[in-house]
């Protein structure tokens, strides 16, 4: 097994095509955002002989808390390469790199669902779980590949309810793909979301970085409601591979008897299925037994929808220089901080 550098744009995305589960956060395009933004990237493969076994998207972090490699969502693998094998190999990478390029940790946010075996592969390695997560872990996912009716036959009878009283109240909803369009109406949706909850929001020249990627194959679009001619909510959205991610979202305060939100999703999910989408995954939601947990309200409105939820393992740290202790302090701070 060899660890090599991937250059070839079609190889990274024709592999990640083959295997599942979907995540854009390993996308060739996410990797291309980074870079845009000031990061280093590598994207490696595991190679046995000629043979592509796995990808990792591998972004150095330069944050003022500690520098540190970071690989959101992966590795990626495929049979008959392990997981132990594809970590222990990691290690190894991150341990010959780490001393020239001066970063403090290896920090890994796997897309490997929590087991006694996935604990057991990363704490065997010397990983210890990071002070805080860096993806969502614990995810809502639909199924979208039934027919419309099936969908809202699974749906909370309270939603299904909304979506009919929004279309009565005249909420207009839009699919914008034009990415200039949908982000100057978006993002005044999402600072006044970011006031009201107060959550540290994403700058919008990321967003638009973002979305200028993404865009160029045609893997985001925009959604946005109206209503008596003033947009009241909106969403933007990822596709990759057969998922549509909900990555970001807005909305005003408004009355109940406008519902515009979940029409929006209903709409989204529409979207989806006409793009070709057989899952549609809403992000982050709460464990069940932390009713005071940030996302506790957001999770009841997600699970009204129907579908099920995905338990990722926890963001694991490998530490590599006495520097780690400083990242570990402050990240704990911030942590307690955002209450979860």
Not at 34 to 42: A, D, F, S
Not at 150 to 174: D, F, P, S
């Amino acid at each position: 097994m060899q660890i090599l550098e991937i250059t070839d744009k079609e190889q990274w995305d024709r592999f990640l095509g083959e295997v599942k589960p979907n995540t854009f956060l390993q996308s060739w395009q996410w990797g291309q955002v980074q870079k845009r933004t000031g990061e280093n990237i590598r994207y490696l493969g595991f190679y046995e002989g000629q043979q592509l076994q796995g990808v990792a998207l591998v972004i150095t972090v330069n944050a003022r808390r500690g520098k540190f490699f970071l690989i959101p969502h992966g590795p990626i693998i495929q049979s008959p390469l392990p997981l132990k094998t594809a970590v222990a190999e990691l290690v190894a990478y991150a341990k010959e790199n780490a001393t020239k390029e001066q970063v403090a940790a290896l920090r890994i946010a796997p897309l490997t669902e929590t087991s006694p075996e996935s604990v057991a592969v990363f704490s065997e390695a010397g990983f210890r779980p990071a002070p805080l997560h860096i993806h969502a872990e614990l995810t809502w996912v639909l199924s979208i590949y039934k027919s419309e009716e099936e969908i809202l036959a699974g749906m909370r009878k309270t939603t299904r309810h909304a979506i009919k009283k929004a279309q009565q109240a005249n909420v207009q909803v839009e699919i914008v793909t034009d990415i200039q369009t949908g982000l100057d109406r978006f993002w005044p949706l999402y600072e006044t979301t970011k006031d009201r909850h107060g959550f540290v929001p994403f700058s919008r020249s990321f967003l638009q970085t973002q979305a200028e990627e993404f865009s160029k194959e045609n893997n985001m679009f925009f959604v946005i409601a109206s209503h008596d001619g003033k947009d009241v909510a909106g969403a933007m959205l990822m596709h990759f591979g057969d998922t549509v991610f909900y990555y970001h979202g807005a909305s005003l305060k408004l009355s109940t008897s406008i519902p515009a939100a979940q029409l929006l999703q209903w709409e989204t999910i529409k979207e989806a299925e006409r793009r070709g989408a057989t899952q549609y995954n809403f992000w982050g939601i709460a464990p069940d037994n932390e009713p005071n947990h940030p996302f506790a309200g957001i999770t009841t409105f997600k699970k009204g929808f129907g579908g099920y939820a995905i338990d990722y393992l926890h963001a694991q740290d490998l530490p590599l220089s006495f520097g780690y202790w400083k990242m570990w302090l402050i990240d704990m701070w911030r942590k307690k901080r955002r209450g979860f």
